[in-house]
């Protein structure tokens, strides 16, 4: 059957743009967490609601799963986030260059 998502962090109207409907839980229909985790354990004593959360897939089907909205699927792109998943390279951007006045403003 699959996994339910549950998501956050952006609003769920945009969720709802790019996502079947009924296709995943949005933590800000919860007004506390607590509220979300009583949520999960009802689907899990109630299987017929969380089918619900997988009936888009008699509907839809999934062309790019892992395209960004639209996007083709680079497979060598794909082999290079496989190649460089585990090997993160700690990035620690230099704000006082960023951030250097004599470079952004110039005299007119």
Known sequence: MGAVPVVMGSPKLNYETFLPPGSFIHVD???IPADLA???????DHPAKYQQ????????RVLNEHG?????????CR???ALNYNNKQDQRADLEH??????????P
């Open 38 to 44: 009583r949520y999960l354990k009802y689907l899990l």
């Open 29 to 31: 229909d919860f007004n």
């Open 98 to 107: 960023f951030y250097d006045s004599e470079r952004q403003c110039h005299n």
């Open 79 to 81: 082999l290079c986030e």
């Open 53 to 60: 959360y997988h009936d888009w897939r008699r509907r839809y």
């Open 68 to 76: 960004y909205m639209g996007a083709p699927t680079r497979h060598i």
